[in-house]
């Protein structure tokens, strides 16, 4: 991979969540640009470990970030103390901090949460002393498409097109989209 630079603001998220010694798979908008060098970022979507000790971590590295419940830069209307709660009773849910939006969700779709991850995960250096696990690729397509909506079968045309008149010994024309054909 070549070098990526990411905003200083959620390189900050990311070293605060190490420092409280939390244990997550980054996933989302921030897995993929790491994997394709770039890309798009709107906030940090993280997959944390799912024991107690783990999520009271989580508790202390958002309250230190100024975490409230929120999403694109608006509050919850029902705001709670997430902090007298347990976080993996309120998940999936977002936190808006002085960083980044902080999408938590403790068993994306698709998956059976931080144990499945890790295991294709891998620690990327993002930046001096921030080294995060992020999501392997094919993880990431697995949650894209167990959490993309429901697509309605097509439905087949009505009436065919007829077949292609080959009695007169002319070939039939190719109707493939792309270059003409030679003849």
Known sequence: MSVLELDSTLLEALRTLA?????????????????????????????????????ERLTGALQEMDGELGIAGTRAETQF??????????????????????????????TSGYRDLFDDASHV????????LVAAL???????????PAVPYAKPPTALPPEPDEEDGAPAPDIRAGRPTRT
């Open 19 to 55: 420092q409280h010694d939390v244990e997550f798979v980054v996933v989302g908008d921030v897995a993929e640009a790491i994997h394709n060098d770039g890309g798009f970022v709107s906030g940090l979507a993280i997959v944390p470990g799912a024991y107690a000790r783990n999520a």
């Open 81 to 110: 103390d997430y902090r007298r709660m347990d976080l993996r009773e309120i998940a999936p849910c977002s936190f808006i901090t002085r960083y980044v939006d902080i999408d938590v969700n403790f068993e994306p779709r698709g």
């Open 125 to 132: 250096e993002l930046a001096p002393g921030i080294r995060p």
């Open 138 to 148: 094919e993880d990431l397509a697995r949650i894209a498409r167990a959490s993309a």
